[in-house]
């Protein structure tokens, strides 16, 4: 069972924000780096946002200046805040666990279901 649960999805107008969350279970969210990718139909997943340490943060070049990640340890959980968001964000966006903090597919061992985001122009 993957315990990495997706909220926060929706729908927005293009120059919106909109604040995703990942909920883990305490298990995934100790144990392993947890990051943020995307899927659009037709392309490639892309891997969006990493967080190392709870502290170093690596985002793909799309999402620079515009996307935040975070974590509460707390609550176990990962966010992404984004902001200025345009028709080219729309996706389905996936929390995935993984043992290396590198913001490729090939990192990461699982895959929460996602939660689409729809940009409308």
């Known amino acids: 069972q993957v315990d990495l649960v997706p909220s926060g999805g929706g729908s927005v107008p293009a120059g919106g924000s909109l604040r995703l969350a990942c909920t883990a279970s305490k298990y995934f969210y100790t144990t392993f780096r947890l990051a943020w990718f995307r899927q659009s139909p037709g392309k490639d997943r892309e891997g969006v946002a990493i967080?190392?340490?709870?502290?170093?943060?690596t985002y793909s070049d799309s999402a620079k200046g515009r996307f935040t990640i975070s974590k509460d340890g707390d609550k176990n959980t990962l966010y992404l805040d984004m902001t200025d968001l345009t028709p080219g964000d729309s996706a389905v966006y996936i929390c995935a666990a993984g043992p290396m903090a590198v913001l490729s597919q090939a990192a990461f061992w699982y895959w929460g279901q996602g939660t689409q985001v729809t940009v409308d122009s």
């Open positions: 967080l190392d340490n709870d502290v170093t943060a």
